[in-house]
């Protein structure tokens, strides 16, 4: 008892938590990584059992295995090479093997994952709710990395983290089920709305259904009074980073800019301060 009193003190347990936040920032690497090639080879046995072909039979991949490896020269990373953001800094961003540079995404993905376990913990202490928020966050920064470079945001992630939103729910931890529920459906409906108006007026599709079954997880989390505050908050950044990449970095107009980062940068902001926000602007604006 005296060992899991130790465990769970406001004065370690934010930092036992971070320690555990880096190393599934390792985990949610290996997600952002391998999730999109496994959805593109069920999609391609799909695709073949509809032909009435047989699919090829390819060696296993999913996320336990094969081994993390150097896609340039087939390196098998050690576990003394797997060290959360350390191992980065020591063998200083490249292969230990062939010296080809390694991307700084995986220490910033890690970095974020680990800060964020240690404000969930910092912030509400153990139990469900931080349990909840860590898992809200980690979901979010995995589907934000593959939408900024796949243009997707798989179902396995988005559903689930709606699901589970509903479930927290019912515990009123950051919003009664009521609120939740009609959350995930408005989120859902309001740019599945957005979507048809702007696809029936220009005939192009503005963005897709994973952005709206993400905003519905999110409304399912924060409850429906967030969901204006979400879309604003990630339509006003979405805005200035196109922008931005338009004029700065001579990005293209017709190429495509994932929406998914910045509903989940919303998302965040919703979940801890949303309240707070909101109650500031109506008494700045509204009086």
């Known amino acids: 008892m005296h060992f899991?009193?130790?465990?769970?003190?406001?004065?370690?347990?934010?930092?036992?938590?971070?320690?555990?936040?880096?190393?599934?920032?390792?985990?949610?690497?290996?997600?952002?990584?391998?999730?999109?090639?496994?959805?593109?080879?069920?999609?391609?046995?799909?695709?073949?059992?509809?032909?009435?072909?047989?699919?090829?039979?390819?060696?296993?991949?999913?996320?336990?295995?094969?081994?993390?490896?150097?896609?340039?020269?087939?390196?098998?990373?050690?576990?003394?090479?797997?060290?959360?953001?350390?191992?980065?800094?020591?063998?200083?961003?490249?292969?230990?093997?062939?010296?080809?540079?390694?991307?700084?995404?995986?220490?910033?993905?890690?970095?974020?994952?680990?800060?964020?376990?240690?404000?969930?913990?910092?912030?509400?202490?153990?139990?469900?709710?931080a349990f909840a928020a860590t898992c809200f966050v980690w979901s979010l920064i995995a589907a934000s990395f593959i939408d900024f470079d796949t243009q997707l945001l798989p179902d396995s992630i988005t559903l689930p983290l709606l699901w589970a939103g509903l479930l927290v729910a019912l515990s009123g931890t950051f919003t009664d089920l009521r609120s939740g529920v009609i959350g995930a459906a408005a989120g859902y409906l309001a740019l599945w709305s957005v979507y048809w108006l702007f696809k029936l007026a220009t005939g192009k599709e503005g963005m897709g259904f994973g952005d709206f079954k993400l905003l519905a997880a999110i409304g399912a989390w924060t409850g429906w009074q967030m969901l204006l505050l979400v879309v604003l908050m990630s339509s006003f950044i979405g805005a200035l980073v196109g922008v931005g990449l338009i004029v700065l970095a001579r990005h293209g107009r017709n190429i495509p800019i994932p929406f998914g980062p910045y509903l989940a940068a919303a998302g965040v902001v919703a979940l801890f301060w949303g309240p707070p926000i909101q109650r500031y602007y109506l008494t700045t604006f509204i009086g």
């Not at 465990?7 to 036992?16: I, K, Y």
């Not at 996320?63 to 993390?68: K, Q």
């Not at 080809?100 to 993905?109: A, D, G, L, W």
Request: some cysteine; proline content about 7%; glycine content about 8%.
């Open 4 to 129: 899991i009193d130790t465990f769970t003190h406001p004065a370690v347990f934010p930092w036992l938590w971070l320690a555990f936040g880096l190393i599934m920032g390792s985990f949610l690497n290996v997600v952002v990584h391998r999730l999109p090639k496994m959805m593109e080879r069920d999609w391609q046995a799909q695709c073949a059992e509809m032909r009435g072909e047989k699919p090829d039979e390819a060696a296993a991949f999913n996320l336990v295995g094969p081994r993390s490896h150097c896609p340039a020269c087939g390196h098998a990373i050690t576990a003394l090479e797997n060290i959360p953001v350390l191992s980065y800094l020591a063998l200083r961003g490249r292969c230990s093997a062939c010296k080809t540079r390694i991307s700084p995404r995986y220490p910033i993905v890690e970095l974020l994952a680990g800060i964020a376990a240690f404000y969930c913990a910092y912030r509400y202490g153990f139990g469900l709710a």
